[in-house]
């Protein structure tokens, strides 16, 4: 073998082997070192790798580090490990790692622990990891921290614990945390805490959970509060529920309410109880609710006891009833305050009167002074079941401003006999939803008194059915006043025989709106003396269906001045049995406006007795259509005097059949200047026998007309 030279810059690479010396290996050169291959390294003895230099060590290339067995990497020195560069660091094997001693991982610096991949740190022994220093845990890099296995998290040590950077701790997987000891758990700082995620709180063990410190739990943030589950919650002892602050608990969700214990619940503090929201006072369970003592009851503030509901307040124990303060009574709403009556008696003498006060009720009413002391609230609160029960005496006693706040509904339970002995006062007390809200029985079973002393405002606010419902003797009742406020609407719906039970000083009382307002069954169901009873205005103001359905003895009862005063619409309305049902003294009240109105249809109605009475000026006013309307019958219903009043133009109208047809005492009736006015057809229709009738003058107009008859007379 030849010498090495004791420079070993430029000296050619000798032959080692595991025969080598360790003196002369630790003549080896950086260049030499380097040059060692993989098999030469991996031949050499134990002894041999501890032998080189820290600085040989140093020169050895990850590819030569990765090489060395896990005995030579065990035989390596603490020099040597603190020579090893960072990249032979993050060379080294799972293998390698392993078989290092706590002394040689001691030697490890902080940069090179942190050079280490996440796969590496993962790798190493557990005894390994509680090896390691305060520095070299504070070097770990988050990657590394969330790749331990959770076995190796148990292997940290308490001042490991400690020695953790918050960066460090938020890194921790939801396994890691779960995997930490009791002793490991109860050395967190409050820093690191605040660092764990919702995540990280959510995967605490019921162990965990139990170990955790007051000064931990009181640094837990508003988020880390909100990541308990229910469960977890149930785990608390009550030592730790009594640490949580007013900002925390008010932190929780109604699912986290929810899990609270019995025994948790009890062990809020009145200051805890004031802090929380109305919505988690509303979530708290039966049990829950069941669990407060009269201390924590007393604590609630005018919103939490307001936001109780009906059910929760229904369940409250004759012991914790006790503890509302007075002031909450009067917030309660009228639900809240009935669901108290089960517990009314446990009240204290305070509590009774803040309770009656708001609206609550006494267990009973005795007599009529109990009902009469009711306020506003408990009349509000009395119920349709406690107001049927009560006597008609004590219905009598209520004052009015006690009925006029009885709402619809409690009307309605009103019994017919509570009903009927409502006094005039109370009657008019009642407001217009009330009066709108009885019964067809309730309102059948007023008295004429008590429908007397409706106002017109109410009985504007009748219903169809109440009106229908009345009886005759109710409508007789009734007031000019009170007939004037109904509405059109109201007058249309009234049953016939509603209408024909008016008086006439009722009837009167119509306003012409409510007059056009009957219906055509309305209108032929008044008696005559009613129709009679009619104002001039009011028969003026009929439409011509009304009129139209009026039947002929309710026409024939009509009135001078009321059938003088219908409209020429009216008359034109006027059947022809209605015409014909005219006694005379009618026909000769039309004015010749309203004759004229007659319809040719309508003069052929009229019989042979109506057209006999036609006065010479109603004469002088039929049209020419209106003449040659008129029948055989009704044209010898004519007498001379009518047949004079003609004009010639009316004259002139008649037809040969109607000039035929005039009696020979009737042609004496004709103006002599009327023949030079008629046709040759109608000249020719004179008979022989009229013609002989006739006067002198007559005859001479009649042949100067070219008249043949008698021309040699």
Do not use: C
């Not at 073998?1 to 010396?21: F, I």
């Not at 619940?265 to 929380?276: F, H, M, N, P, Y």
């Not at 369940?315 to 009574?329: D, P, R």
Request: aromatic fraction near 2%; avoid cysteine; charge should be positive.
């Amino acid at each position: 073998m030849r010498t090495l030279s004791t420079q070993g810059v430029d000296a050619p690479m000798p032959t080692v082997d595991q025969n080598t010396p360790v003196t002369l290996l630790q003549r080896l050169n950086t260049k030499q070192i380097i040059a060692l291959s993989t098999s030469q390294l991996a031949a050499f003895t134990t002894a041999q790798i501890a032998g080189l230099s820290a600085s040989q060590i140093g020169a050895l290339t990850p590819g030569q580090i990765r090489a060395l067995s896990s005995g030579q990497v065990g035989s390596l020195g603490t020099a040597q490990i603190k020579a090893l560069t960072l990249t032979d660091v993050a060379a080294l094997t799972t293998n390698q790692l392993q078989a290092l001693t706590l002394t040689q991982v001691a030697a490890l610096s902080a940069t090179q622990i942190g050079a280490l991949t996440a796969a590496q740190f993962a790798g190493m022994g557990s005894t390994q990891v509680g090896g390691l220093s305060t520095a070299q845990i504070g070097a770990l890099t988050t990657g590394q921290i969330a790749g331990m296995p959770s076995t190796r998290i148990g292997a940290l040590t308490v001042t490991h614990i400690k020695a953790l950077s918050v960066t460090q701790v938020a890194a921790w997987t939801a396994a890691q945390i779960n995997g930490l000891t009791s002793t490991q758990m109860v050395v967190l700082t409050t820093a690191q805490m605040a660092a764990l995620t919702a995540t990280h709180i959510r995967a605490l063990n019921n162990t965990q959970i139990g170990t955790l410190t007051a000064s931990q739990i009181k640094g837990l943030t508003i988020t880390q509060v909100g990541g308990w589950t229910a469960t977890q919650i149930r785990m608390f002892s009550t030592t730790q529920v009594t640490l949580l602050t007013t900002d925390q608990l008010r932190a929780l969700t109604i699912a986290q309410i929810g899990g609270l214990t019995e025994t948790e619940v009890r062990a809020l503090s009145t200051s805890q109880i004031r802090g929380l929201t109305a919505a988690q006072i509303t979530a708290l369970t039966a049990t829950q609710e069941g669990a407060l003592n009269s201390s924590q009851i007393r604590a609630l503030s005018r919103t939490q006891a307001t936001a109780l509901s009906v059910s929760q307040i229904r369940a409250l124990t004759a012991a914790q009833v006790v503890g509302l303060e007075t002031s909450l009574f009067d917030g309660f709403s009228p639900s809240q305050i009935t669901a108290l009556a089960a517990q009314a008696s446990a009240l204290t003498a305070a509590q009774q009167t803040a309770y009656l006060s708001a609206g609550g009720l006494p267990a009973t009413f005795p007599d009529v002074a109990s009902v009469q002391k009711l306020n506003s609230k408990q009349i509000a609160a009395l119920g349709t079941s406690q107001l049927s029960r009560l006597s008609t005496a004590q219905i009598a006693g209520l004052s009015t401003a006690q009925i006029g706040l009885l709402t619809p509904l409690q009307i309605r339970a009103l019994s017919e006999t509570q009903t009927g002995s409502l006094s005039t006062a109370q009657i008019k007390a009642l407001t217009l939803t009330d009066v709108a809200a009885l019964t067809t029985r309730q309102f059948q079973t007023l008295t004429t008194t008590q429908m007397a002393a409706l106002t017109p405002t109410q009985v504007g606010t009748l219903t169809a059915a109440q009106l229908a419902s009345m009886s005759t003797a109710q409508i007789a009742t009734l007031s000019t006043a009170q007939i004037g406020a109904l509405t059109t609407r109201q007058i249309a719906g009234m049953p016939s025989t509603g209408i024909g039970a008016l008086t006439m000083t009722q009837m009167k009382g119509l306003s012409v709106t409510q007059v056009t307002a009957w219906t055509a069954a309305q209108i032929s169901s008044l008696t005559a003396t009613q129709i009679a009873a009619l104002t001039t205005a009011q028969a003026g103001a009929l439409t011509t269906t009304q009129i139209r359905a009026l039947m002929a003895t309710q026409v024939g009862a009509l009135s001078s001045s009321q059938f003088k005063g219908l409209t020429i619409t009216q008359v034109g309305g006027l059947t022809a049995t209605q015409l014909r049902a005219l006694s005379t003294t009618q026909v000769t009240l039309l004015s010749t406006d309203q004759i004229r109105a007659l319809t040719a249809a309508q003069m052929g109605g009229l019989t042979a007795t109506e057209i006999g009475v036609l006065s010479s000026s109603q004469m002088k006013g039929l049209t020419a259509a209106q003449i040659a309307a008129l029948t055989t019958t009704q044209e010898g219903a004519l007498s001379a005097t009518q047949i004079r009043a003609l004009s010639k133009t009316q004259i002139g109208i008649l037809s040969a059949v109607q000039i035929r047809t005039l009696t020979t005492l009737q042609v004496t009736g004709l103006d002599a200047g009327v023949f030079d006015t008629f046709t040759p057809a109608q000249i020719a229709a004179f008979s022989d026998a009229q013609v002989t009738a006739l006067t002198s003058a007559q005859r001479s107009a009649y042949h100067a007309s070219g008249g043949l008859y008698g021309v040699g007379l």
